[in-house]
Structures are given as C-alpha cells and as structure tokens.
C-alpha cells in the first residue's frame, strides 16, 4: 500500500509555471506507474500524463503536451509535474495516483489503486 501527498498547487497567472509534487509513503514506490489527473467540480477525472516505473517512458493527454512535463525521482519517492504556459482551462484539482497495472501507457483512472487528496491549481487570465 501507498500513501499519497501532493503540493506545490496555487494561483498562478496565464502563461506562468508551477510545479506539482506528489510525495509517496512506503519503500515500493519504484514498483508503481504514477499518474496525474485533474478535476473540475460537475466534471469527470481527467487523465493528464503518466510516467513508468523507470521514469524512461511518459504519456500526456493532448491537452497539455509540449507544456507539461512528468518526471520522477525514485529514491525521494516523489514524482512532480512540472506545467508550463498555463492557460485559464488548466484550473482544477490536480491529483496523483500509483497503479501497479502493468499496461502502457496507463491513463485509465480506473487502472489507478491509489491516489492523493488533490492539491488546487487556478491560473486568473
């Protein structure tokens, strides 16, 4: 089992930078494919990119490739999201979540068996 802590959320500008982090409990981390989904209230978990248990292969949704960047650090047991050129639609819930689904890339929520509590990003236009 694996707990989840995000941070890094906040109010940012359009077209600024933030940086997520998602620190995991316990000393499998390396054995988890971690993910980042997003959430607007009245609105259904939106995939936004995964990252392999080696950190070697990354998958991101449309919506946020070429701006957003997931990396992870197995022996902080952390994985950050790194989200540039941020735009008003970007506003919502971020969460992240382990999966030890062995398939790729993995951006099915479902596929996901443990997630954090969400940290708010809002970006003002």
């Known amino acids: 089992q694996v707990q989840l802590v995000e941070s890094g959320g906040g109010l940012v500008q359009a077209g600024g930078s933030l940086r997520l982090s998602c620190a995991a409990s316990?000393?499998?981390?390396?054995?988890?494919?971690m993910g980042w989904f997003r959430q607007v209230p009245g609105k259904e978990r939106e995939f936004v990119a995964s990252?392999?248990?080696?950190?070697?292969?990354?998958y991101y949704s449309d919506s946020v490739k070429g701006r957003f960047t997931v990396s992870r650090d197995n022996a902080k047991n952390t994985v950050y999201l790194q989200m540039n050129s941020l735009k008003s639609e970007d506003t919502a819930v971020y969460y992240c979540?382990?999966?030890?689904?062995?398939?790729?890339?993995?951006?099915?929520?479902?596929?996901?068996?443990?997630w954090g509590q969400g940290t708010q990003v809002t970006v003002s236009s």
């Open positions: 979540a382990a999966s030890q689904s062995t398939a790729w890339p993995t951006y099915r929520s479902s596929l996901y068996a443990y």
């Open positions: 990252i392999r248990r080696s950190g070697i292969n990354t």
């Open positions: 316990g000393r499998t981390f390396s054995s988890y494919a």
